[in-house]
């Protein structure tokens, strides 16, 4: 059986490598985007066979699976924060759908679909968490994309009787983190936090160890049909427990720490998720004014099914994760 995963670069791709060769798994092929990916896949996971391509690319797609006669994927291709609108939909829609269609012709006998939070939106108050099963109210046009990329991978596999399992993530935290995360910890440990309103906000957080090992058990787990599992640690925080957390993290690594944060009037948030809405609407995508518009909203869920289905373990210490972020980051010359 060869396991397939895209993606294989990303924050979660990485964790989840580096998982597949403590359990010494063998016969992976690994998709990743760029030339420059190769070396670090092949670091992370010796003998995995690496091929580049674009996800959307309908005969990359077809190389990655060619000559398979029996596989299993995990698929954690996406974009999240893209140069242009009209990416959202080619990488998370179409890739998804080109990925599974490939899997399904090549013996396809599991699907783990790595999705998001984003294709239930936000929690219409901050006392609210999302159950497993929730109607789809996508945010904004990386959540609509996401919201298509399952419904292509839920319907192909149910046409075909092929069980799969839809992991939907978080805010990721942990090793692997990229430059945006690294410079979330810099402006918090500096006291430059943007925190609108008053921070009572709650937001679910996943450190990327435990989604990785999330999707190894999805991948072992004995369940039938396809379903959503959120993962996620056992609770949500306040914008302020966060915010508390990622301080006492940094002053256990030896970092300074300025207190406080720069608090912005709760209007702000709303006017923020407008212009990025309008921004969408005209087909450009501002990174800064996307997440601001996100900062005062509520994003929980509960992780009782997937503990109950999938045997998984959320993390209960955000200290613990984020001195392993901090960590992380200044053994690899981040600037946290």
Same mark, same amino acid.
């Given at each position: ?10 924050w ?6 580096e ?19 190769v070396?670090?896949?092949?670091a ?5 066979r ?61 699907f783990?679909h ?37 419904i292509?991978?839920?319907?192909a ?20 983190q990229p ?8 402006t918090?440990?500096?006291? /430059?936090? $943007?925190? #609108?309103? =008053?921070?009572?906000?709650? &937001? ?5 160890? %435990? !989604? ?30 966060i ?19 720069? /608090?912005? $009037?709760? #209007?702000? =948030?709303?006017?923020?998720? &407008? ?5 969408? %609407? !005209?087909g450009r ?38 001195r ?13």
């Amino acid at each position: 059986m060869t396991l397939v995963v895209t993606g294989a670069a990303g924050w979660f791709g990485s964790a989840f490598l580096e998982l597949l060769a403590q359990r010494d798994a063998a016969d992976v092929r690994a998709l990743v985007h760029s030339p420059s990916d190769v070396r670090a896949v092949t670091a992370r996971l010796p003998g995995a066979r690496v091929y580049v391509g674009d996800v959307s690319s309908e005969q990359d797609v077809a190389d990655l699976f060619e000559g398979l006669a029996s596989c299993e994927v995990v698929h954690a291709a996406g974009v999240i924060h893209p140069a242009a609108v009209a990416q959202f939909d080619r990488v998370n829609a179409v890739g998804s759908r080109l990925v599974v269609q490939q899997a399904l012709r090549h013996g396809l006998r599991r699907f783990v679909h790595i999705s998001s939070n984003s294709v239930v939106g936000t929690n219409p108050t901050a006392e609210e968490a999302f159950r497993d099963h929730e109607p789809y109210h996508p945010y904004l046009e990386y959540g609509a994309s996401k919201m298509r990329g399952e419904i292509e991978v839920t319907s192909a596999l149910e046409a075909a009787g092929v069980p799969g399992v839809v992991l939907r993530p978080p805010w990721f935290y942990g090793r692997f983190q990229p430059e945006r995360q690294a410079r979330f910890l810099k402006t918090v440990r500096s006291g /430059r936090f $943007p925190l #609108i309103g =008053g921070g009572g906000n709650r &937001r679910s957080m996943v450190d990327v160890d %435990r !989604l990785a090992t999330a999707a190894w058990l999805a991948l072992e787990a004995d369940t039938s049909g396809v379903r959503p599992y959120w993962i996620a640690d056992a609770q949500p925080y306040t914008m302020t427990e966060i915010l508390d957390a990622v301080r006492q993290a940094a002053r256990l690594e030896g970092l300074a720490v300025t207190d406080g944060a720069m /608090r912005l $009037p709760a #209007i702000v =948030g709303p006017l923020a998720y &407008r212009v990025d809405a309008t921004l969408q %609407r !005209l087909g450009r995508y501002q990174q800064e004014i996307h997440v601001a518009g996100e900062l005062d909203k509520t994003i929980a869920c509960r992780v009782d099914g997937a503990v109950r289905d999938l045997g998984f373990e959320p993390a209960t210490d955000l200290v613990a994760g984020m001195r392993r972020s901090y960590r992380w980051g200044l053994d690899n010359g981040q600037d946290v």
